[in-house]
C-alpha cells in the first residue's frame, strides 16, 4: 500500500503528501522525496509526523480541529500494520483521523 495524506487545520490550511514504502518509508510531496523515515527498516515508525511537521514547518495547534484525511492505494509495500502506525502517529500530533479506499 501507498498513502496520501492531507492535512487540514480550521483556517482550511491544506497540505498534501504522500507516503511510499520504496522499500523503506518515504514522505514525498508531488514528485520530491523529502524525507526517507526509516532507511534502517522498512516499516513505518511512531514520531514520523512530528519530523514531517518539523520539516515543513508546520504549525498545527492541539486547540485547533486539526484533520487528516489519509487515502490508501493498494500498491507498494506499505501494510496493515504500517496503516494502524500512521493513524495511531497522527492521533498523538493532535489530528482527528479519517480513513478512505482510493
Same mark, same amino acid.
Given at each position: ?28 510531496? #508531488? +514528485? $520530491? !522525496?523529502? =524525507? %526517507? ?12 509526523? /512530528? ?26 509495500? #506499505? +501494510? $496493515? !500494520?504500517? =496503516? %494502524? ?12 483521523? /479519517?480513513?478512505?479506499?482510493?
Amino acid at each position: 500500500m501507498h498513502f496520501s495524506i492531507i492535512l487540514r487545520n480550521n483556517q482550511l490550511e491544506e497540505n498534501l503528501y504522500g507516503l511510499q514504502f520504496i522499500p523503506s518509508p518515504v514522505l514525498v510531496k #508531488g +514528485t $520530491k !522525496q523529502l =524525507l %526517507n523515515l526509516n532507511p534502517d527498516s522498512p516499516g513505518y515508525k511512531l514520531g514520523s509526523i /512530528k519530523k514531517l511537521l518539523d520539516k515543513e514547518n508546520l504549525k498545527f495547534s492541539p486547540k485547533e480541529n486539526n484533520t487528516a484525511d489519509v487515502l490508501i492505494r493498494d500498491v507498494g509495500h #506499505g +501494510t $496493515k !500494520q504500517d =496503516l %494502524n502506525q500512521l493513524t495511531n502517529d497522527l492521533k498523538s500530533n493532535g489530528f482527528n483521523v /479519517k480513513v478512505y479506499n482510493a
